[in-house]
C-alpha cells in the first residue's frame, strides 16, 4: 500500500526511476513519468498500462526550465494534483584531477543539483495551492565527502542534499514534506561504468523498494543499505591523513 494517488518522476527512462515507475504502478499508483529518451518512456508507460496501471509520459530535460514547465503543466492537466513528486534525473562518470574538465563539473551540476533547484521553484507554488504535497530527491551517499574521481558528482550531490534540507525545514510547516534519498550502489547504466569495487550492489527493483518503503514510513532522509550508511558516517570523520591514504587504495589516481 502506498498512500500516494499521483505520482511525478524526473528521469524515468531506466534504471532506479524505472523502477520506482513500476512499484507506485503495481500500487495503483497513477503516474506521469518525464525525461529526454521518449521512447523509453513510452515503451514504460505501455509496460505499465499492460499490467493495468495509469501512465502518462512527457519529454523533459531537467537542464531546460522550459520543458520542466511544461512537463509539470502536463502533469498537473492529466492527474489533477501532484501528491508525490521524485526528482531521480542524474549524470554521474569520473572526473580525474589530472584531465579536469570544469565543463564536465558544470554539466554534472546543471542536471544533478541545479535541476532540483528549477523543478523546486516550478512545484513549491503548485503544492502550497493543493495545500500539501511530498517532494523526494535522490541524491546519493557519495556527498559525504569529496571521493577520488569523483569531484564533479559528489559536490553535485552534496549541494543536492543541502538545497533538500533546506527545503525540508522550511516546508515542513506548508504541510510539503521533503525527502533527501541516499542510496549506495545500484546496478544501472551509471555504475556499469564505474571501474572500482562496488560493495553491496544492488539491483534497481530492490532499491525502488527500499526507497517506496522509505517514502511511506514518513522518513526525512531515505539511506541505504546500512553497511555503506555506517561506514559513510565513519568516513565523514576520519582525519585527513587516514581518508586521504584510504581513497589512495580504494581509488588510486590513474597516471
Ligand atoms: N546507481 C547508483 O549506484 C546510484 C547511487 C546513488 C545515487 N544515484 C542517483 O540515482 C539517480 C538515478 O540514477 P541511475 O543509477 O538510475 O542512473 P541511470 O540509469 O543513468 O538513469 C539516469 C536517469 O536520469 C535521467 N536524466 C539524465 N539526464 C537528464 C536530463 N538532462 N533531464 C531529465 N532526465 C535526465 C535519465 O533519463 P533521460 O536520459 O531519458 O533523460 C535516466 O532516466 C541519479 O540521480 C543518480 O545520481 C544512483
Redesign the pocket.
Same mark, same amino acid.
Given at each position: 500500500m502506498t498512500k500516494y494517488n499521483n505520482v511525478v518522476i524526473?528521469?524515468?527512462?531506466?534504471?532506479?526511476?524505472?523502477?520506482l515507475a513500476y512499484e507506485y504502478a503495481e500500487l495503483n499508483s497513477a503516474l506521469v513519468l518525464? $525525461?529526454?529518451?521518449?521512447e523509453?518512456?513510452d515503451q514504460i508507460s505501455k509496460g505499465i498500462q499492460a499490467i493495468g496501471g495509469s501512465c502518462f509520459f512527457k519529454k523533459?530535460?531537467? $537542464?531546460?526550465m522550459e520543458?520542466i514547465k511544461s512537463g509539470i503543466e502536463f502533469a498537473v492537466e492529466k492527474l489533477g494534483t501532484i501528491d508525490l513528486l521524485i526528482?531521480? $534525473?542524474?549524470?554521474?562518470g569520473p572526473n580525474w584531477m589530472n584531465n579536469f574538465s570544469s565543463n564536465d563539473f558544470i554539466n554534472m551540476f546543471?542536471?544533478?543539483t541545479f535541476?532540483i533547484a528549477r523543478v523546486l521553484e516550478l512545484t513549491i507554488p503548485i503544492m502550497m495551492k493543493q495545500g500539501y504535497g511530498t517532494i523526494a530527491g535522490?541524491?546519493?551517499?557519495?556527498d559525504i565527502r569529496g571521493y577520488g574521481g569523483s569531484a564533479s558528482?559528489s559536490a553535485s *550531490?552534496a549541494a543536492g542534499s543541502i538545497l533538500l534540507e533546506s527545503a525540508r525545514v522550511e516546508l515542513k510547516k506548508h504541510n510539503i514534506r521533503v525527502i533527501t534519498?541516499?542510496?549506495?550502489?545500484? *546496478?544501472?547504466?551509471?555504475?556499469d561504468k564505474n571501474e572500482f569495487k562496488?560493495p553491496f550492489?544492488?539491483q534497481?527493483d530492490i532499491?525502488a523498494k527500499r526507497i517506496r518503503k522509505g517514502i511511506d514510513k514518513g522518513r526525512s532522509i531515505v539511506q541505504f543499505p546500512w553497511p555503506i550508511v555506517m561506514a559513510s558516517r565513519i568516513i565523514k570523520i576520519l582525519p585527513n591523513w587516514i581518508y586521504d591514504w584510504a581513497m589512495d587504495k580504494a581509488r588510486p589516481v590513474k597516471k
Open positions: 524526473f528521469g524515468a527512462s531506466q534504471g532506479i526511476g524505472e523502477a518525464l $525525461s529526454r529518451n521518449e523509453s518512456i523533459c530535460d531537467i $537542464s531546460l520543458e526528482i531521480n $534525473s542524474g549524470i554521474g546543471n542536471v544533478n535541476g535522490i541524491t546519493s551517499l557519495a558528482y *550531490k534519498v541516499r542510496p549506495g550502489f545500484v *546496478k544501472t547504466a551509471m555504475t562496488m550492489l544492488m534497481p532499491a
